[in-house]
């Protein structure tokens, strides 16, 4: 059997043209792998978990900077892939709230995200050094705000996070301690009637609540147009998107953009691409840093995504989201920063045996905003193995807890196929940590292993004696490796119990793609809110991607399915005729997509 996944592999070589000594590019994987910091939210009830969400970056000198709610303290890079934490000398003490961080003429940034809603911006000329002053001045009343100051030193505030109320802006003077001129003027609301995409709920449904929650104001200038960008529905949902409003001056009039929302990810492994904010890298490529949804210990519980942006030519934004939590290039990629590097999910559904097991969850958020758990029993496999479905089945929801945090717990996962690997995505969960507010000293310590045969294994990760806290560690091989099994050995993690909510392994397989789809079907609703899409199942297909947009070359949304045929969304512009195509994909690659139809 060795011997054929090694003459497999070198005639798929051969067939496509791999080098002797391949260069492996820069890649990163959503969501981001940054030590998080763990909430005080629900602390006084002992539940213990890491959040990140609500991002602010900025470039600053050549440099990142990265604000995240609730992490007291904030980010540093030089590539926008390697952040290390900074503890600022003076800081908001119980951390900042949905921030807003503005680089004015290179030579300052500007801060605002008091998390009591009131408070002084504050402002650095040095934030490596984590040195911060306040101005003498104070707002009232602001929640989820933005600072934008103007080419001509205009300074203006953005704020807003209700089902009720809409953005609004009020203008200040930099020069005067940031006091207030003028009057506040309301901007923009939700409109859920037109817009689908922005009612409550998971995939856009609730029973009862129908107002979603219009926050996280962001804004920036692009071509002499203003560009003023919103949450909704509801952060804890697979549908927390970005939307989009152009004015002609940062205080309006705004006109909705058609091709809405910017930054979408309803389906995959991590969902949710909402309350974010775009930046400009030093090379002029645009990026969207944005929320995802983990919501398994609590519907607060997130992480941190990032896509690439861009203008059309009728000056509509829009970000590339498809595949978005699959490697992604880096932003040094000369032509396809951001975009899907070509790597795909090796280990779905592959049989997994652990070391022990002290429980295993199953849980999904309901169309009520609750979360349904399933506590699933250990079984064993012919060889008594203990078994577990939960670390490949593409939900990072669920979660397995080893009987003990030590160097004896391991993961063994045979995948269905054997492919060349060439990156690794290890999803800890936090069950019981214990952990509160941000640790220093946290480590993720373990090795990884890959074989052929299950029996034979090479060590591929030594991180057994790392001081690095990676609670999504994602690890790319500097050389790819052909397998079909692979291993996680636990050395320790941080806080009591070892717990995983997925094991993900990445890289190209050694088989074919799958067919492309037929019998594409979508039928538009009574209610134009919503479509039912259909298609006949693909053989071999792990899944599905769904594009769809307002033109044949528009289609700027994508929507990723496993297994399923058929998808119900309820996303769609009341008034816009819609595009879709779609493609299937295996762990071998992705399919030829089918012809463009058009949906009135």
């Known amino acids: ?28 994987c959503n969501p981001l792998d940054i030590d998080y910091s763990y909430m005080v939210y629900n602390s006084s009830r ?51 709230n949905a921030p807003a961080a503005f680089n004015y003429k290179d030579s300052v940034i500007y801060f605002a995200g008091d998390p009591a809603g009131y408070g002084s911006i504050i402002y650095t000329d040095d934030p490596k050094g984590g040195k911060w002053t306040p101005i003498a001045s104070i707002t009232s009343n602001i929640q989820d705000s933005e600072v934008f100051i103007d080419d001509d030193g205009k300074t203006y505030l953005y704020w807003g996070s209700s089902n009720v109320y809409p953005i609004k802006v009020k203008m200040l003077n930099k020069d005067d301690r940031m006091l ?36 996280g104001a962001s804004i920036i200038k692009h071509n002499g147009k203003y560009y003023l960008q919103y949450a909704a529905p509801g952060t804890q949902f697979n549908v927390y998107a970005d939307g989009v409003y152009i004015g002609d001056s940062p205080l309006g009039p705004f006109e909705y953009m058609k091709s809405n929302p910017m930054s979408f990810k309803p389906g995959g492994f991590t969902n949710g691409a909402g309350h974010g904010m775009t930046m400009r890298q030093t090379n002029g490529q645009y990026w969207h840093f944005a929320t995802m949804a ?26 590339n989201t498809d595949y978005g939590d699959y490697p992604r290039f880096g932003p040094d990629h000369p032509s396809k920063a951001g975009q899907h590097c070509g790597w795909m999910l090796l280990s779905y559904k592959g049989k997994t045996t652990v070391s022990s097991s002290k429980l295993q969850i199953k849980k999904s958020t309901t169309n009520d905003d609750e979360i349904e758990i399933t506590e699933l029993p250990a079984t064993t496999d012919d060889y008594g193995n203990i078994l577990t479905e939960v670390l490949t089945d593409e939900n990072p929801k669920s979660f397995w807890v080893a009987e003990a945090n030590d160097d004896q717990q391991w993961v063994q996962i045979e995948m269905q196929n054997p492919g060349k ?45 790392s001081y690095k806290d990676s609670p999504n560690a994602y690890i790319p091989l500097n050389e790819p490796v052909i397998g079909k099994y692979i291993r996680y050995n636990n050395v320790k993690v941080p806080g009591r119990n ?25 039928e538009r609703q009574d209610d134009r809110r ?20 307002i033109a044949p070359d528009k289609l700027y949304l994508s929507w990723l399915v496993y297994d399923d045929n058929e998808l119900f969304m309820r996303c769609l512009d009341r008034d816009a005729p819609y595009y879709f195509s779609i493609e299937a994909f295996n762990e071998n690659g992705i399919s030829e997509r089918t012809k463009v139809i058009k949906v009135d």
């Open 180 to 215: 207030e001129t003028g009057v506040v003027k309301e901007l923009i609301n939700l409109d859920e009637e037109k817009h689908g995409w922005e009612r409550f709920g998971e995939n856009n449904f609730h029973p009862r609540i129908k107002e979603g929650y219009m926050e």
């Open 498 to 522: 070892l717990a995983l909510s997925e094991v993900r392994v990445f890289g190209i397989g050694l088989g074919k793609k799958p067919d492309k789809v037929k019998g594409f079907r979508v």
């Open 1 to 28: 059997m060795r011997l054929l996944y090694i003459f497999i592999a070198l005639m798929v070589a051969v067939n496509i043209g791999w080098a002797q000594d391949e260069v492996v590019p820069q890649t990163y």
């Open 294 to 319: 983990l919501a398994s210990n609590s519907q607060w519980e997130r992480r941190i995504c990032m896509f690439p942006v861009y203008f059309d030519k009728e000056g509509l934004m829009y970000s």
């Open 46 to 96: 002992n539940i213990s978990y890491r959040s990140g969400a609500d991002p602010a970056v900025v470039e600053f000198r050549g440099e990142y900077y990265m604000f995240v709610t609730r992490s007291f303290g904030y980010w540093h890079s030089r590539d926008l892939i390697h952040w290390d934490f900074i503890k600022p000398v003076q800081w908001y003490f119980e951390g900042c």
């Open 421 to 465: 690997i060439y990156a690794f995505q290890l999803n800890f969960h936090d069950y019981e940590t214990g952990i509160y507010t941000r640790v220093d000293g946290l480590r993720h310590r373990f090795t990884l292993e890959v074989s052929d045969d299950g029996e034979n294994w090479i060590t591929v990760v030594d991180r057994s004696n």
């Open 530 to 549: 919503d479509a039912r899409l259909t298609w006949k199942p693909v053989k071999g297909a792990q899944g599905y991607n769904i594009r769809w947009g």
